[in-house]
Nanobody, 122 residues
């Protein structure tokens, strides 16, 4: 069984910074890509940023230049450094592990964390 545990959410003022972390644990052999998604109240879940094992990154236009995603492959950990936060960044942020290969499964699958709340407010 693979588990993803996020940390680092909280309340921050507009213009502030937060750093999210997510670690995947279990019988993991490899993870193709890891990423962050978010869901604001009343809205659908949307992509924030992803990073592959080869450090190729992809960002939503709304966070480009403000957020930075990085990954520690040996630790199965992904980070999201969020700077210049805006009230519209308020959401539950979910960690995703894409195409995970494990010791016990014959196929690849995706896993999700339970989410961490980020609130940007003065």
């Amino acid at each position: 069984q693979v588990q993803l545990v996020e940390s680092g959410g909280g309340l921050v003022r507009p213009g502030g910074s937060l750093r999210l972390s997510c670690t995947a644990s279990g019988n993991i052999l490899s993870i193709n890509a890891m990423g962050w998604y978010r869901q604001a109240p009343g809205k659908e879940r949307e992509l924030v940023a992803t990073v592959t094992g080869g450090s190729v990154t992809n960002y939503a236009d709304s966070v480009k230049g403000r957020f930075t995603i990085s990954r520690a492959n040996a630790k199965n950990t992904v980070y999201l450094q969020m700077n210049s936060l805006k009230p519209e960044d308020t959401a539950v942020y979910y960690c995703n592990a894409h195409d995970v290969r494990t010791l016990t499964a014959a196929w690849l699958r995706d896993y999700w964390g339970k989410g961490t709340l980020v609130t940007v407010s003065s």
